[in-house]
């Protein structure tokens, strides 16, 4: 839920678009335009849906003649627009700004002002290295500079996988990224282990794709899709 939040703002946020054709819903930023998530519960196509005029419930109807009730939280969705703003278009048609929140979503917000004040975009953020970082912008420290380095490494990373084209089912719905110990949850979807088993100690057991409780918080390995991955990777790494 999101606390203190009035009614009369909610389509400020988000918006729903339901598509008959794949029996799905999107929830949409209606800042961004951005995807925060895909709802498919319904079996057949979905034919209506509906906010609640006073909570963030959200109802759709489908010709499956059910009728399911979500429930959307601001946590969950700050995460989802956060990883989408944080790879839209990709890293290197960042602005300054868009760097500096970069900077502060890693802890890094101590060097904000440096960054402004060498004019430091998505372009230069990608082409910075530990000798730019100590002669161009003066940053003393070692460990600090180790600190940027790997974690623009690590930014080029979830860029080049989004560029490589991972089948949607390899990636794991909470982190976004490629999984390695994938797990099935009561709910029938596949989360990566280690997220799925964080999610379910802080959202008490709430299915991250369809917010309903989870029957059971007991999680079983997806071999068959764990075998999948690793084969594709020795493919795409070859």
């Known amino acids: 839920m999101w606390p203190g939040l009035p009614s009369q703002n909610l389509d400020c946020f988000f918006y729903p678009s339901f598509r008959s054709v794949d029996k799905s819903v999107m929830i949409y930023d209606t800042n961004t335009q951005n995807v925060l998530h895909t709802l498919t519960q319904h079996t057949r196509y979905v034919t209506t849906c509906a906010f609640a005029p006073s909570t963030l419930l959200l109802a759709t109807g489908s010709m499956d003649k059910t009728v399911n009730i979500w429930q959307f939280d601001l946590e969950t969705v ?100 490629l999984m390695k110990e994938p797990v099935i949850a009561s709910d029938g979807y596949s989360y990566e282990k280690e997220a799925i088993e964080n999610w379910i100690s802080k959202k008490k057991r709430t299915s991250p794709m369809t917010n309903l409780v989870l029957t059971s918080v007991v999680l079983t390995p997806n071999r068959t899709l764990k075998m999948a991955i690793n084969r594709w990777l020795e493919t795409h790494q070859k």
């Open 78 to 177: 700050s995460q989802a627009r956060s990883t989408e703003d944080q790879l839209k278009q990709f890293t290197e048609d960042w602005s300054e700004e868009d760097v500096s929140i970069w900077l502060c979503e890693q802890g890094l917000q101590d060097l904000v002002g440096i960054f402004k004040m060498n004019n430091i975009d998505g372009k230069e953020l990608l082409n910075l290295t530990k000798e730019s970082l100590a002669d161009d912008l003066k940053i003393e420290s070692l460990g600090l500079r180790s600190k940027v380095v790997r974690k623009i490494e690590e930014l080029k990373t979830k860029m080049n996988s989004l560029s490589s084209g991972i089948p949607d089912e390899f990636i794991c719905p909470i982190t976004r990224e």
